[in-house]
């Protein structure tokens, strides 16, 4: 077995933030550098100048066997370009053939939400599972499907959009343009939104934590409030929660997968939102009780499972391109010389190089 010293990178490149990490065959990050994102309004140069300081950055000169890209955006399905990207200036731009040109090195490019589920159901919370689909909840909701531990992808490359599925029909606008998607009813926002909607209702210790702004709140204060015990803020959990397991309920009706990954930042809530999500979940399954209802399962490799993800898809694509020793007997002069001898002698040589062959 060749040992090797390169480094698999794996580069997150998200709306604020880019993420560079070496992560080895385990899925263990072994370091990481990040960037800032220079923003939208930019030239697609200045991303890629992030990131190509990023990657410098966290080799520290090591040499480089391949860069797995996780972006923030719409991935064409064969992974060539970046369609749209809402934080990114990427518009259907060739990104990982213009990288792979740059650095000289193998790339892979896939959507942040399918390498964090990739990565799960490889490394973490799915990795026993064949059957994965995972949900990140952050201020929308993403996601990722893994069917016979392979990724879905779709036609387009968009599968796995889960936040837009309809749950309410006439609901809660959405920035997408329609109405009643799920993330308007669970998510951060979706968390947020509820809790500012009971300020001055109800007494609460989320109006002290705003200051009195309500527009002030954020996801991190609800979290600490229904630590402390603030009903208000464990209610808006409750809620987001029942609606999480409302969607869960539909992507299992969908795919029957043997166990669900919700990961994300919301998710660091834990049973606070899981349990009421299991109870939604088993009332709203159809045949509830003729089937195994998949267990909803924490993610375990946190805000760098796409990184981790993306590594792994560059070091199995360059697996699959390397010659492997068996082709290598078959193909290389040394091996024809040996077969030719073998043959001219016609003795037992002939035969071992005849299996050899036939492998
Ligand atoms: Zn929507």
Redesign the pocket.
Known sequence: MVVTRQAYVGIDVGGTKVLAGIVDHFGRVQRTSRRTTPGRRVESRHVEDALTEALAEVTEGLPVAGVGLAAAGFVDATGERVMFAPHLPWLDEPVRARLEDRWGVPVVLENDATAAAHAEATYGAGRHANDVIMVTMGTGIGGGIILERRIHRGRNGMAGEF??MQVVPDGIP?????HG?W??YSSGNALVRYARSRIGSQPTVLEELCSGRPADLTGPMVNAAAEDGDLVAQEAFRQVGEWLGVGLANLVAAFDPECLVVGGGVSAAGDRLLVPARTALTHSLVAAGQRTVPAILPAQLGPEAGLVGASDLVRRRVAASTISPRRWLRKTPVAKGLRARAKASGGTANRAADRRESR
């Open positions: 936040g837009h959405c920035e997408c343009g329609g998607c993330e308007q």
